[in-house]
């Protein structure tokens, strides 16, 4: 695995919610209460591939409205070289040339598809690949490639952004091992100074 087991469980990655779409039953490993869990190992694999698709891609544009979403996506851009597109994604962004925000990526990343849908909904109709961190609320409408996780955690998203940054590094050949990646999981997390209204379990969009 591309980091101990426990590691994943401990930032509560395998949490998923109460509901299950019909796409996320094949990830649901077990049930407790009406709580789902995902399936670690296939969260393991995916991040894995995801991270081969995205490093053949110079231009990948990164989608995350979500306050505990932002500051890892915007330090996996950091070290990537992505372009990180922050909070309320503004109509167009990808579509109306004529914007100042206007961007063309070859491939878009976002922290969740239901929240960041209108960034989907552009990219298939400019024929953009996606890749995306799915929940078990989610459903794969405009999705090329999905990775099943807590996409909500405080704590699991600064991981998954971690991990996908590192092995993005690695098939590029930046970097050779893990131990070469000279970041923590800690640089990706929400810093307290920069805490919110949001609490773990709710789910703002940062305007």
Request: aromatic share 10%.
């Amino acid at each position: 695995m591309l980091i101990p087991r426990e590691k994943y469980i401990e930032r509560g990655v395998q949490i998923g919610t109460k509901i299950v779409t019909k796409e996320m039953k094949s990830y649901i490993y077990k049930q407790r209460g009406e709580l789902k869990f995902i399936n670690i190992e296939a969260t393991d694999e995916r991040i894995r591939v995801a991270a081969k698709i995205l490093s053949k891609y110079n231009k990948i544009a990164v989608v995350a409205s979500r306050v505990y979403a932002i500051p890892a996506a915007q330090k996996f851009c950091e070290i990537i070289g992505a372009k990180a597109i922050l909070g309320r994604f503004k109509p167009g962004t990808f579509t109306n040339p004529s914007l100042e925000d206007f961007y063309e990526p070859e491939v878009v990343l976002v922290a969740d598809p239901r929240v960041e849908r209108q960034a989907l909904i552009e990219a298939t109709k400019m024929g953009i690949p996606s890749v995306a961190l799915v929940d078990t609320d989610n459903t794969f409408k405009y999705l090329d490639y999905v990775v099943p996780c807590n996409n909500k955690g405080k704590k699991s998203l600064p991981l998954i952004f971690y991990l996908l940054a590192r092995e993005i590094l690695k098939y590029r050949n930046e970097i050779k091992s893990d131990s070469e990646f000279n970041h923590s999981i800690e640089e990706f997390e929400l810093k307290e100074e920069e805490e919110g209204p949001e609490k773990e379990g709710e789910h703002e969009v940062m305007e």
